[in-house]
């Protein structure tokens, strides 16, 4: 069996179970770990948080840290469209951890989900969290929120709502940048691999792909210069 672990979980369909909004809003949640430590880390959890914690120690392990990779509330927990969404505070109750966050990032989490600056640790783009000896590096890639990451491990980019298989996250909720997207796009995500796997944050147009696949077939992808972006984007 392969040291990597690596779960990918979808609301209202592999937790939150009881949940319709859950379910319609198609977020996945990531455990990431080292099988033979025995440990994990949870990437935006949120929803059902116990769901999620169950599911770990049913593999086997023991989840040691969080990641998140911006600070909406459908990915941190928090209140948003007049519902509350379950998040980082219940994970600290149930099962307490450090919460590693862009450095960017970190005011916006502590703001929606009223964790205090001790709970988080703040990074630096190429930065790593080591979990057993699986490491997870964090790439800065601005646009959806100023301190939007990626999460890049051996094969595989677990990309938010920064990339979906058949779009790119929204640019007009505050902190959005349009030309920030596109630089992240075509520049920093640019280099990496077509036979990486790209692991969204939500469900939309599919779960997973390879990078290749997701560059001929997702339309902003194609996007050839930023003037025609940022009309594409209403600017």
């Known amino acids: 069996m392969a040291r990597l672990y690596l779960r990918q979980l979808l609301s209202g369909r592999d937790f939150a179970l009881e949940d319709p909004v859950a379910g319609q809003m198609q977020n996945f949640v990531y455990l990431v770990g080292d099988r033979d430590a025995g440990e994990c880390l949870v990437i935006d959890p949120a929803w059902d948080v116990r769901d999620i914690v ?15 990779t911006h600070y909406h509330p459908d ?34 989490v502590r703001k929606v989900t009223g964790l205090s600056r001790s709970d988080l640790v703040e990074h630096d783009s190429g930065d790593r969290v080591k979990v057993g000896d699986i490491e997870v590096e964090l790439l800065h890639t601005p646009g959806h929120t100023p301190g939007s990451c990626c999460f890049r491990l051996d094969g595989a980019l677990l990309a938010g709502d ?6 790119c996250g929204r640019v007009d909720l505050p902190g959005g940048d349009p030309d920030e997207m596109y630089r992240t796009l075509t520049q920093r995500l640019s280099t990496l691999p077509d036979d990486m796997v790209l692991l969204p944050g939500h469900a939309y147009g599919g779960e997973s792909a390879p990078m290749g696949h ?13 003037a025609t972006w940022r009309r594409a984007m209403g600017r």
């Open 54 to 68: 169950r599911v770990a120690e049913a593999d086997g392990l023991r989840i040691v840290g969080a990641l998140a």
């Open 75 to 108: 990915h941190v927990g928090g209140t948003m469209f007049g519902f509350t969404v379950e998040g980082l505070p219940t994970l600290m109750q149930v099962n307490p951890v450090p919460v590693h966050v862009h450095k960017l990032e970190g005011e916006g």
């Open 162 to 167: 920064t990339l979906f298989l058949q779009g």
């Open 214 to 226: 997701v560059r001929r077939t997702n339309p902003y992808l194609g996007v050839k210069d930023l």
